[in-house]
């Protein structure tokens, strides 16, 4: 059975859980490049940032999409936090559960 579709919020708010595969932050570096990331995304105007808590092995935001889809709204802070956490961990592969 494939997975429903997220629910779009009339108010364009969610709360968002991204879960490591492994652990996402090994350093305080790791913390700092995700929250700089996250700066430059909510900067752009794309989205706002209302609340967001980091832990080793999963993030929780709560954001503002301005009635935008949430899922292309975090594709691109995603996708630039593993390739910058691979290229400085020497990994490669998913760095991310899947919805």
Avoid: W
């Amino acid at each position: 059975m494939a997975r429903q579709k997220r629910a779009v919020s009339a108010s364009g708010r969610y709360h968002i859980l991204l879960r490591g595969m492994n652990k996402l932050f090994h350093t305080q570096q790791d913390y700092e490049e995700f929250s700089g990331i996250l700066r430059k995304y909510s900067q752009s105007g794309h989205m706002r940032i209302l609340a967001y808590v980091l832990l080793s092995n999963r993030i929780h935001l709560i954001i503002d999409t301005f009635g935008a889809d949430a899922g292309i709204t975090l594709k691109p802070i995603c996708t630039s936090y593993a390739r910058c956490y691979n290229r400085v961990h020497s990994s490669g592969g998913k760095l991310f559960y899947d919805r």
